[in-house]
């Protein structure tokens, strides 16, 4: 199972490797091109027209003629043709989804609110098994500590193989699936750099806003120019990233194991806060909207297994 997970892993990053992926706008001097405005490096192989003046002018002074494509609201997962299999078949079609509620919604903010909550209710089946293992490690706690216990100490081969043994029984017994939190990654990395690219290619998300932050602006730029209030997408990324690591943690590990997996979650959170500081508004709410589903989710999960539980107690 583990083989699989990683073949499928490396497949997955072979596909992104060597197709289409978002290329930045530079200067005749070879350096990326900001907006004057937002700080966002600009996108040179965008999908769509930008109708912002200052957007426009900087496309054309930098040879780019944006005229031949089409307006952002007439976007179809064909145009543009064949990009490869990553843009063709994970990133056209997600910057068409998030077009299409974007319109209906009148507002792209909430658009990618709604297209991240969409493609978790999609996925639930899948990610549901990575929280319902973790419940089940907690009712395997108790007989994985006690065989931590009889092994302390025990370095030899034999015993080492009898102790995975005993664990996979116990694992067999609680119907544990030592991969199924694997899962969960393989969803989230390719959905996170499909999103990232997608909403780059949009000139509709970064020149909009959502209640009045700008989505193409990242906190640092914000803060750089006097827009202290952008600090508060670095805080919501942060707290939705330790809650939802924190839901997500197994219980089945007990002493120098747990504070192992404390620290590099706590790790984890503190390099997600930092690189939260260069996200642009868009992809910080996806972010904070894709954890705080999962956050619920867990919660969901907990909730059932322990009124199971109880009702089990009561026949």
Request: charged fraction near 20%; hydrophobic fraction near 45%; aromatic fraction near 10%.
């Amino acid at each position: 199972m583990k083989k699989r997970m990683m073949k499928l892993l490396t497949l997955f990053l072979v596909i992104v490797s060597l197709t289409g992926c978002t290329t930045l706008l530079k200067d005749k001097d070879k350096k990326p091109v900001k907006h004057p405005q937002t700080g966002q490096t600009l996108t040179k192989n965008i999908l769509c027209q930008p109708i912002d003046g200052k957007t426009l002018e900087l496309y054309k002074k930098n040879k780019i003629n944006v005229t031949e494509l089409p307006k952002c609201e007439k976007f179809q997962i064909n145009h543009g043709g064949y990009e490869g299999i990553w843009a063709t078949v994970f990133v056209k079609p997600l910057a068409w989804l998030i077009i299409q509620l974007g319109m209906l919604l009148k507002n792209y903010g909430l658009s990618i609110i709604a297209t991240t909550l969409l493609i978790r209710l999609i996925t639930v089946p899948l990610t549901k098994k990575t929280a319902m293992q973790s419940e089940q490690m907690k009712l395997a706690q108790p007989e994985l500590t006690k065989l931590e216990k009889k092994y302390k100490n025990r370095t030899d081969q034999d015993s080492i193989m009898q102790k995975n043994q005993e664990m996979l029984s116990i694992y067999q017994k609680y119907k544990i699936n030592p991969m199924a939190g694997c899962l969960f990654s393989l969803i989230q990395v390719p959905l996170f750099f499909a999103f990232y690219e997608a909403l780059n290619r949009l000139p509709v998300i970064f020149e909009e806003t959502f209640f009045g932050f700008q989505m193409g602006t990242n906190p640092i730029t914000a803060m750089a120019s006097g827009q202290y209030q952008y600090i508060i997408f670095v805080i919501l990324v942060i707290g939705a990233s330790y809650f939802s690591f924190k839901l997500n943690s197994s219980a089945s590990m007990s002493g120098e194991q747990a504070a192992q997996m404390k620290m590099m979650s706590n790790m984890m959170v503190i390099f997600i806060g930092i690189a939260s500081l260069s996200l642009s508004t868009g992809i910080a709410l996806y972010w904070i909207t894709n954890n705080i589903f999962t956050i619920i989710q867990n919660l969901v999960v907990k909730r059932r297994k322990e009124n199971a539980k109880n009702a089990s107690l009561r026949r």
